[in-house]
């Protein structure tokens, strides 16, 4: 079975620094993988995926994320920190396996101190 | 031009009590998903389907139920709410093919008293 494992429930960074969120996923055969964002009374908003092209992925607002297969990772970055990036952060894998299901992770709720 | 959408986007209601959240997406997606968030903001997956197949999530107790009248559509049907029911309640579909990302409604607020 697939699963997600994102690290660290709360993370609080500086305005400026920068912001690192782990994902750890589980799949006996390569999966794809996301990151979406949630915004306080909001859906779910797709930041960038991985389909197993680059495996250094970059989405939108500054966001990227690198693929490691050997570490099983999918970790989040951001250079430097916006207060607008305050949110909670949803790492999710799909694969053959699943069909058409996302999995989610627990999430990882980010905090920007000004 | 909203490409998912749910209503009603808050849902107060007392137990025992029969509702419905329509979901209807304008992608031309083939499947569609239903995901319950807790007060945790854990997202768990309650059904998905596509016009051929409906997957249960096993956990889901069978007074939730999943109807769709056509592609673009899959409400949720829950029968004698109760109180653990409370939470947001999200629609989302993607297109055919695993590498697609799904797209997210706004979500319904449900509150069971």
């Known amino acids: 079975a697939q699963s997600v494992t994102q690290l660290g429930s709360h993370v609080s960074v500086s305005e400026g620094a920068l912001v690192l969120l782990r994902c750890n996923y589980s799949s006996s055969v390569p999966p794809y993988l996301f990151w979406y964002v949630q915004y306080p009374n909001q859906g779910l908003q797709l930041l960038l995926k991985y389909t197993s092209a680059a495996t250094l992925v970059k989405g939108i607002n500054g966001f990227e994320a690198d693929f490691k297969k050997s570490e099983t990772s999918f970790h989040l970055t951001k250079p430097s920190a916006h207060m607008s990036d305050a949110a909670e952060y949803f790492c999710?894998?799909?694969?053959?396996?699943?069909?058409?299901?996302?999995?989610f992770g627990t999430g990882t709720s980010l905090t920007v101190i000004p | 031009d909203t490409a998912v959408s749910q209503t009603p986007k808050y849902l107060v209601t007392q137990m025992g009590n029969d509702k419905s959240i329509k979901c209807e997406q304008n992608l031309g997606h083939d499947t569609m998903y239903w995901y319950k968030q807790d007060s945790k903001k854990f997202l768990k997956i309650m059904f998905s389907?596509?016009?051929?197949?409906?997957?249960i999530n096993e956990t889901v107790p069978n007074r939730f139920s999943p109807k769709s009248p056509d592609k673009a559509h899959l409400n949720l049907h829950i029968n004698s709410l109760e109180l653990g029911d409370s939470a947001v309640y999200f629609c989302?579909?993607?297109?055919?093919?695993?590498?697609?990302?799904?797209?997210f409604g706004q979500g319904t607020r449900l509150t069971v008293v």
């Open positions: 989302a579909s993607s297109p055919r093919g695993q590498t697609g990302e799904a797209f």
């Open positions: 999710a894998v799909s694969d053959k396996n699943t069909g058409n299901q996302f999995y």
């Open positions: 389907y596509n016009n051929k197949e409906l997957i």
